[in-house]
């Protein structure tokens, strides 16, 4: 049977090797615009890389890929510095990422067979190294020492509980065991938060990748720039983030940027650009993908919904039809693009975590593609709100405040329900209608202003119960995502309770408050 130490030296390795030839590329492709000192100096930290995984794989008793990574080597060292083309060696690239894939294949295989135990290899692709977080020790320390103090502090929690059966005044040490407790799992959440934080520029390789080879096919010209690669995003919305990124980056390769032909037509210079900008918010990160391409036109788009039996009124923005799985405006198909697959499985990428993606475009001039994710994913504060006898979750980062209202400071315009606000007039949902508990809206309570795309709508509940930090979590298949619902959560009690969606509250249409209103008169 395999050892359990030389397993985990093994899965290192595969780690190690598949972030390295990531880095790898990042250097070749960067060497493709330099030339001289600079070209110079990127081959030489790709041959450190390839000289580091030619030494590992002999360790390991790899010699194949030891083998190929020499090769590997020796085609970098030959590279003229004043005219680098690198196009073979990226193939060759490719190549040994397969070979890295195979051995870790191959060792998966015999490892169940030594073992005598029939397993599921775990997947082996170039995006391995995504499921893995590298941390530093000192921050495992840290945890550790916090652990430390939970356990001291629940000890003092079960002795003071003990305490609280002997008399008067004991209760008091029961209450301060537990903020201590409570405090020392809020340093805990914070850390361990922090660890699943990782920075945004850790996909860029892959998306140079992807600029790369789609100009190459397509036979333009493409640079790739990037601002806000410090932006750090969790690791599980990261891994979204980069399959949705990559449809969204080669969709700008592919439709957007045009031929260097094309280009001088249109009197732009023959180099096309897709520029990343990555910008954190106080609860979200704002990614855009914008190119300075032809632009996407409305009139082609509505042409082509229409030839697919779509009526291109069924949405508010035609620019929303290019999310639909299955819609093109391309008329042929291939390799890379016309089959109206890409932008729908990064919209539904996005979603799947709460997130939301936008299009803008001007003909002519270049297109942008706006995504939004959370920061993170798992823990979040909330506040609770009743409704009609339910409960309510409303993310703190969505809301702007919350106020009182009562009889009479609700109005009706155009049948669609008002409230005054900061010398503003302010659109009102009222949370019963919305969630069908309520026929028609209520006329006092409180109503809590959220905020969402530069937005804002009040909601009027009945109650607010408290603040609350919530895990999220998703409804599963079965219970699908209701508008205006973004997951649920589940209280101490055991209650579950469902969190609310800012973002579709805010453009959730009045229709059909105003319809229960006329059906039941009698509102302000």
């Keep these: 049977m395999v050892n359990a130490p030389y397993l985990g030296l093994m899965a290192d390795f595969f780690l190690e090797a598949n972030e390295r030839c990531d880095r790898l590329e990042e250097c070749l492709l960067a060497a493709l615009e330099q030339t001289g000192d600079a070209c110079n100096e990127l081959l030489n930290a790709a041959k450190r890389e390839l000289h580091t995984l030619k030494g590992n794989a002999g360790m390991m008793g790899f010699r194949e890929l030891q083998e190929a990574a020499h090769r590997l080597e020796d085609r970098v060292a030959a590279v003229d510095r004043d005219d680098p083309c690198i196009e073979k060696l990226l193939l060759d690239l490719d190549g040994f990422r397969a070979m890295v894939r195979d051995a870790n294949t191959d060792e998966s295989k015999d490892e169940s067979l030594s073992s005598g135990v029939s397993t599921t290899p775990a997947p082996h692709d170039d995006a391995l190294h995504l499921r893995s977080v590298r941390v530093p020790f000192v921050a495992l320390d840290e945890l550790v020492d916090l652990l430390a103090e939970m356990v001291i502090f629940r000890n003092r929690v079960d002795d003071a509980l003990t305490r609280s059966h002997s008399g008067a005044g004991a209760w008091d040490d029961v209450q301060s065991a537990h903020e201590a407790l409570g405090k020392t799992l809020t ?186 994710l959370p920061l993170t994913v798992s823990i979040t504060r909330a506040l609770l709100v009743r409704v009609d006898g339910e409960d309510y979750a409303v993310p703190l980062a969505a809301i702007s405040e919350s106020v009182i209202f009562r009889s009479g400071d609700r109005h009706v315009i155009n049948q669609s329900s008002v409230f005054e606000w900061r010398g503003a007039v302010l659109p009102l949902l009222d949370l019963g209608c919305a969630m069908a508990t309520a026929t028609t809206p209520r006329d006092h309570g409180y109503i809590v202003v959220i905020e969402a795309e530069n937005k804002h709508r009040g909601l009027m509940v009945d109650d607010l119960t408290g603040m609350r930090e919530i895990v999220v979590k998703g409804l599963g298949e079965i219970g699908g995502l209701p508008r205006g619902i973004s997951g649920a959560t589940i209280l101490g009690d055991g209650r579950v309770l469902l969190i609310l969606d800012a973002r579709s509250l805010v453009a959730m249409t009045p229709a059909n408050e105003a319809r229960l209103e006329r059906r039941a008169p009698g509102g302000n």
């Design 187 to 372: 340093f805990i959440q914070d850390r361990i938060m922090s660890i699943r934080m990782v920075p945004l520029q850790t996909l860029f390789g892959h998306l140079r990748r992807i600029v790369h080879d789609e100009s190459l096919a397509s036979g333009k010209r493409v640079v790739f720039e990037v601002v806000g690669g410090e932006t750090p995003m969790d690791k599980a919305l990261l891994e979204c983030a980069s399959e949705a990124l990559g449809h969204i980056v080669r969709n700008a390769v592919v439709h957007g940027i045009e031929t260097p032909d094309g280009r001088a037509a249109g009197g732009k210079q023959s180099v096309g650009t897709v520029r990343l900008t990555a910008v954190a918010h106080a609860d979200e990160v704002v990614v855009e993908v914008a190119d300075d391409g032809a632009g996407i036109d409305r009139a082609s788009i509505i042409r082509a919904a229409e030839a697919r039996g779509i009526d291109p009124d069924s949405v508010d923005d035609p620019y929303e039809l290019l999310f639909r799985a299955g819609f093109s405006t391309r008329v042929e198909t291939d390799v890379s693009a016309g089959r109206g697959v890409g932008l729908s499985a990064a919209v539904d990428a996005v979603r799947s975590l709460g997130g939301h993606v936008s299009v803008a475009s001007n003909a002519g001039i270049g297109t942008t593609f706006r995504m939004r």
